[in-house]
Structure formats: C-alpha cells, structure tokens
C-alpha cells in the first residue's frame, strides 16, 4: 500500500529557504481561483443529487419554490448541502498537499509545503493546515515572525519553502 508520506526523508527538499508572504499570496490568490472552480462544481453537483432525491420522494422539500431557496428553509439539507462543499474544497488542498506538496497555484510560484525534514505531509496534517490557515488569515503572522512560519505552520509542524528556478 503506498502511503503520502515518504518513509525516507528527501533530503534535496529539506533546508530550503521558506516562502515570503507575498509569494504565498500570489499563490493563494492563483488557488483561490481554482478552489472556486471546485467548489461551484460540487454546488451543481450537491444540487443536482437533491433534485435527484425530490423526484425519487426520498427527500421533502417545501414545493412550488426554487430548489435552492427550498434548500435554506430546511436547515437539516442545508447544513448537509454546506458540509458537502467544505469537504470538497478542504479534500482539492489536501489531496494535493499530501500527494505532492504543490497546488496548482504553489507550481506557477514555485512552492512547496512539506515537513522541515523536506518530506510530504500527511492527508491528515492537510486537513489540518486547512483550518488552521484560518481562510488565509494564518499567513499575516509571516508579516510578523522571523521564522517565515504561519501560524498554521506552526501548528501543523511544516513549513512552505521556495523551490530553486528550473
């Protein structure tokens, strides 16, 4: 079974210099374009498998109203609806975290999150990361730490580093 951590550390990735706060920015803003995408597709695709259960009479939804105002006046649906789209948008950063270290958005601005040891985090430290990042918000403490870590960096023991140009 193959597992998202590496059992030896990387050593070419390891003491390399960590990231700035604008390049994260540029990369977060990069992302946060694509987190969109991802997140509007899980939205017709939550909506659509509630229109699916409505037809099939699984699901009860107040009639002769739009699906998704039907979708806020009961708020079981709703929350159900709304954790879908977290799980999606956390799942996008945490599969790419862990699998290689790099979103989309993190290749174009050539970074990299890992451990210090330069070996890849694990699915459930992404998940972490996710929340601890705060939305972004975790990453104003780089403005005020000497270490170039964010706060979710810190708490998730990794770091974001700058790869060598190609």
Same mark, same amino acid.
């Given at each position: 079974?193959?597992? !998202?951590? $590496?059992? $030896?550390?990387?050593?070419?990735?390891?003491?390399?210099?960590? &990231?700035? /706060?604008?390049?994260?920015?540029?990369? &977060?803003?990069?992302?946060?374009?694509?987190?969109?995408?991802?997140? !509007? +597709?899980?939205?017709?695709?939550?909506?659509? =498998? #509630?229109? @699916?259960?409505?037809?099939?009479?699984?699901?009860? +939804?107040?009639?002769?109203?739009?699906?998704?105002?039907?979708?806020?006046?009961?708020?079981?649906?709703?929350?159900?609806?709304? +954790?879908?789209?977290? #799980?999606? =948008? =956390?799942? /996008?950063?945490?599969? /790419?975290?862990?699998?290689?270290?790099? $979103?989309?958005? @993190?290749?174009?601005?050539? +970074?990299?999150?890992?451990?210090? *040891?330069?070996?890849?985090?694990?699915?459930?430290? &992404?998940? &972490?990361?996710? /929340?601890?990042?705060?939305?972004?918000?975790? *990453?104003?403490?780089?403005?005020?730490?000497?270490?170039?870590?964010?706060?979710?960096?810190?708490?998730?023991?990794?770091?974001? =580093?700058?790869?060598?140009?190609?």
């Amino acid at each position: 079974m193959r597992t !998202a951590v $590496t059992a $030896t550390p990387n050593y070419q990735l390891a003491g390399l210099p960590r &990231a700035s /706060f604008l390049h994260r920015l540029g990369a &977060a803003i990069y992302d946060a374009l694509l987190a969109f995408a991802v997140y !509007a +597709l899980a939205g017709i695709i939550g909506l659509a =498998v #509630i229109a @699916m259960l409505q037809q099939l009479g699984w699901l009860s +939804l107040a009639s002769n109203t739009e699906l998704a105002l039907a979708l806020q006046q009961s708020p079981v649906v709703h929350a159900i609806y709304q +954790l879908w789209l977290l #799980i999606c =948008v =956390v799942g /996008f950063y945490s599969y /790419f975290w862990s699998r290689t270290g790099q $979103t989309l958005g @993190m290749k174009a601005w050539q +970074l990299r999150v890992q451990h210090t *040891n330069g070996q890849n985090i694990s699915p459930v430290t &992404a998940v &972490a990361r996710c /929340f601890w990042s705060l939305l972004g918000l975790g *990453n104003l403490l780089l403005l005020l730490s000497q270490q170039q870590l964010a706060l979710q960096d810190r708490l998730s023991d990794s770091e974001v =580093v700058q790869l060598p140009k190609r």
